[in-house]
C-alpha cells in the first residue's frame, strides 16, 4: 500500500517543474550565452565579464540537486507498491546520478577561478589560463553527460513501473521510458562518439523534455487523486 497523499505528489511535480525551470535557465540563459564553442579566448573572457552570472547559475545547478532529493523520495514510495526491488533500484541510479552532478560542479568553479584569479595570471600565459577554462567547461559537459546515463536507466526503470501500474496514466509512464532512452544515446553518444552527439543535440533530448515535463505536470495538476487509488 502506498501511502503518498495528493500534498506529497504535488510538491514532489511542483519540484520537478522547479528543476526543469533551472535546468533550462542554466544550459540556456547562463552557460549558452557565456561558453562560445571552440573559442576557448572568446568562452574566458565573457565568464571573467559577468562572474556573478556564472556563480548565479552554480547556485541554481547546486538547487537543482537539492530539489532533486524530495522527488526521488516520493517517486520511491509512490512506485514501490509494483515492484518494490525495480523501484529501489531506480532510486539507487538517481542518487548516483545526484552524486556525480553535485561533484561535477567543482568543475565549474575551476572555469571562474581560471578565467578570473589572478594567482593564475602570474603562473600562466593568458592563452593557457582561456584554455584551461574551457577544459574545465568541457569535462563539466563530459560530467554531466556522465551522471545523466545513470538517471537514464532510472526514467527508464520508473516509465516501465508506472505503465506496469495499472493506476496511473499508461502513457505518462512510456514518455518517462522514452525520455530515459533519450537520455542514454545522448550521454553514449558524446562519450563514444562526440561528432555524431553533436548531430544530435538537441533533437534527441526533445523526448526527455516532453515526458518529464509532462509527468511533473501530471503531479501538480491530476484531476482526482487519493490514497486508496495507489493500493496497486
Not at 8 to 17: F, S
Not at 30 to 46: E, F, I, P, Y
Not at 69 to 84: A, D, K, S, Y
Not at 89 to 106: I, S
Amino acid at each position: 500500500m502506498s501511502a503518498v497523499t495528493p500534498r506529497e505528489l504535488r510538491l514532489a511535480g511542483l519540484c520537478y517543474l522547479a528543476i526543469i525551470a533551472l535546468g533550462l535557465w542554466t544550459e540556456v540563459f547562463v552557460r549558452g550565452s557565456l561558453v562560445v564553442a571552440g573559442d576557448a579566448a572568446a568562452t574566458a573572457q565573457n565568464i571573467a565579464a559577468q562572474p556573478q552570472l556564472w556563480r548565479l547559475g552554480l547556485a541554481a545547478d547546486l538547487l537543482m540537486q537539492v530539489l532533486d532529493i524530495p522527488v526521488i523520495v516520493v517517486l520511491w514510495r509512490l512506485l514501490r507498491p509494483v515492484n518494490e526491488t525495480l523501484a529501489l533500484t531506480a532510486t539507487g541510479l538517481n542518487l548516483v546520478q545526484t552524486a556525480v552532478l553535485v561533484a561535477n560542479r567543482v568543475q565549474l568553479l575551476a572555469a571562474l577561478e581560471f578565467a578570473t584569479a589572478p594567482a593564475f595570471g602570474v603562473a600562466f600565459l593568458p592563452g593557457q589560463r582561456e584554455a584551461l577554462a574551457m577544459l574545465a567547461v568541457q569535462l563539466h559537459s563530459q560530467g554531466f553527460g556522465i551522471g545523466l546515463i545513470f538517471f537514464g536507466f532510472a526514467c527508464v526503470i520508473r516509465g516501465a513501473l508506472i505503465a506496469a501500474s495499472g493506476v496511473l496514466p499508461r502513457l505518462l509512464g512510456w514518455g518517462l521510458v522514452a525520455a530515459g532512452l533519450a537520455y542514454l544515446v545522448n550521454s553514449f553518444a558524446l562519450l563514444l562518439a562526440p561528432s555524431f552527439a553533436k548531430l544530435l543535440f538537441p533533437v534527441v533530448l526533445l523526448p526527455a523534455f516532453v515526458g518529464e515535463l509532462a509527468f511533473a505536470l501530471w503531479l501538480v495538476l491530476r484531476p482526482r487523486w487519493s490514497p486508496s487509488q495507489a493500493q496497486y
